[in-house]
Nanobody, 125 residues
Framework: EVQVTETGGGSVQAGGSLRLSCAVSGFTPQSRICMGWFRQAPGKEREGVGFMDTDGTTYVKSVKGRFTISRDNAKNTPTLQMNSLEPEDTGMYYC???????????????????WGQGTQVTVSS
């Protein structure tokens, strides 16, 4: 059974930083996997933040240069480092995964099969 669990999050002032981690288990060994970070602000649709597979990472325009997706090799977990946070970054953040590569694209939430429960990020001005 595939399981996805986010940790991290919290509340910071504008300009601050937060780091989210995503623990993933249950995937078939040696599988091609695309990991995605999404967020959902109150009253808005869930949107992609960035995507990672073994070929690299991609980011949506609104977070490029501020957010970085990397892999914690010791724990084999993808992380989302968020710097220069803005109040507009406030929302529930989700880690998601699917079999197949990301292919450098910006993918909708419906293209991912496995989701974490989400973690809240609040940025105050």
């Amino acid at each position: 059974e595939v399981q996805v669990t986010e940790t991290g999050g919290g509340s910071v002032q504008a300009g601050g930083s937060l780091r989210l981690s995503c623990a993933v288990s249950g995937f078939t060994p040696q599988s091609r996997i695309c990991m995605g970070w999404f967020r959902q602000a109150p009253g808005k649709e869930r949107e992609g933040v960035g995507f990672m597979d073994t070929d690299g990472t991609t980011y949506v325009k609104s977070v490029k240069g501020r957010f970085t997706i990397s892999r914690d090799n010791a724990k084999n977990t993808p992380t989302l480092q968020m710097n220069s946070l803005e109040p507009e970054d406030t929302g529930m953040y989700y880690c998601a995964a699917r079999y197949t590569y990301c292919y450098g694209g910006d993918w909708p939430p419906t293209s991912f099969n496995y989701w974490g429960q989400g973690t809240q990020v609040t940025v105050s001005s």
